[in-house]
């Protein structure tokens, strides 16, 4: 397993990253005893970055994942995020965050969290993510309670203003740097890399589009990009994603990649693809597949991309 430093923090995190939200049954029914081997199989190949939030199986995945991480706390860097807790339920008060925290602790069973992140920032007025979202994260950190902070959303432009408004340690992105779109590196990227903020990318099969069942029936993506998708898996089938995977990895400034995982299968088959070398012809043709692919809105409409 290769490992980077995730910017200015000085954590040493490993390059593939799990995504836990599938532990809350978020891509479907997960066996609780499988999820728990899945998260030993991870850490015993190397993997000791663990993504997590409230809102995956509201609060589920937290639960499961703090319970496989008991005895193995030390060997790992778990992150968590506040502000998200439904479908359309968003809290980002500083007495929600404080208290999402201490819940969020109780669950993973633990006394502190390595990253603490604010949760899909573009659903909220940015001025409060600025002036009371941030400013309790830091609290939080100063606390002992969180090592680092720092925000996630899909909106590109936004997150790069709301952490020159107000600095973090860390960004989440997710789907957009992967096969279909890499429109990261055009919007965020250079601002993270210029500050040192440590940048991680997740999604790399795009919410399940590029896996071999197809995305969930809640996938936002447009009909169009569902129908290039699954020509690309009927053409490589289960190696789509593995190549998905491997262009990520591939990123020169993108600390850990974070795909979802759940059963030992996944983790041996994802750690495989990241050992492997990356067949760059495969990647291009595939590419070349999604000329036209464009995200989806989320958020409010002032915080949407387009209108920056």
């Known amino acids: 397993m290769e490992y980077a430093t995730l910017g200015r923090t000085g954590l040493r995190v490993s390059k593939l990253g799990f995504g836990a939200s599938p532990l809350g049954n978020e891509f479907g029914v997960t066996d609780p005893l499988e999820g728990e081997r899945a998260v030993h199989c991870a850490i015993d190949l190397g993997i000791n970055y663990f993504d997590v939030a409230p809102y995956y199986g509201r609060t589920l995945a937290e639960t499961r994942l703090g319970s496989a991480l008991l005895g193995r706390r030390n ?139 197809g995305p969930p029936p809640w996938h936002p993506a447009s009909p169009e990009v569902k129908e290039l998708a699954r020509g690309v898996m009927s053409l490589y089938g289960s190696r789509a994603s593995d190549l998905a995977l491997q262009f990520c990895l591939q990123h020169p400034y993108v600390a850990t990649t974070l795909t979802g995982m759940s059963t030992v299968d996944e983790v041996r088959q994802n750690v495989a693809a990241a050992s492997n070398p990356a067949d760059a012809v495969s990647i291009a043709e595939i590419r070349a597949r999604f000329p036209v692919h464009r995200i989806w809105p989320t958020g409010l409409p002032e915080n949407q991309d387009h209108a920056s």
């Open 75 to 213: 060997k790992v860097v778990v992150a968590t995020k506040c502000g998200r807790y439904d479908v359309h339920r968003f809290d980002f008060s500083a007495r929600r965050i404080r208290a999402s925290l201490d819940e969020s602790l109780q669950r993973l069973r633990t006394d502190y969290v390595d990253a603490f992140f604010a949760h899909d920032i573009e659903f909220v007025d940015e001025h409060q993510i600025v002036e009371e979202a941030i400013p309790t994260l830091r609290e939080l950190q100063r606390e002992g309670k969180a090592r680092f902070i720092g925000i996630t959303g899909l909106q590109l432009n936004m997150l790069r203003r709301v952490a020159t408004a107000s600095p973090v340690d860390a960004i989440l992105s997710y789907c957009r740097y992967n096969l279909p779109i890499t429109d990261m590196d055009d919007l965020l990227t250079p601002f993270v890399q210029q500050h040192c903020i440590g940048l991680i990318n997740a999604s790399p099969l795009n919410m399940g589009l590029l896996t071999p069942n």
